[in-house]
């Protein structure tokens, strides 16, 4: 099976480099969680209500970057194969401490720090 690998841009672009609107702030350290950090990473904070997120999942899992899901808001909703979501209280009050606005968010952490920042519904093309 070949693994495909889009760059980071890509990623970026697929999901709209625009943050006017997301109130988590760009520079922030992320609050505490239970996974070690990597160098460049993607957290995606999403909750059972967020509908298909297949194509989000798909773009975000081929940018080739190690990915973190959050499941937050108590009600458990599976990340795709391969990937076990941080669940329960303590996922939440991550996505509270964070400023979340909407489900799903996509971070871009760098050294601990997001870099950019998405939030909102996601159609899988570029518009």
Not at 12 to 29: Q, T
Not at 34 to 51: I, K, M, N
Request: hydrophobic share 45%; glycine share 10%; net charge neutral.
């Amino acid at each position: 099976m070949r693994l495909r690998r889009a760059p980071l841009m890509s990623l970026l672009l697929a999901l709209g480099v625009s943050s006017a609107d997301a109130r988590v702030r760009l520079g922030e350290v992320l609050p505490a969680h239970p996974w070690q950090s990597a160098a460049r990473e993607v957290v995606v904070v999403y909750s059972h209500d967020c509908g298909d997120l297949g194509p989000l999942w798909q773009a975000v899992l081929d940018s080739g970057l190690p990915v973190r899901a959050v499941n937050a808001e108590g009600v458990t909703s599976p990340a795709p194969g391969g990937l076990k979501a941080w669940q329960g209280e303590a996922a939440t009050r991550f996505s509270r401490e964070l400023k979340v606005s909407a489900y799903p968010t996509v971070l871009l952490v760098q050294g601990g720090r997001i870099l950019n920042a998405w939030e909102g519904d996601f159609s899988g093309t570029l518009e």
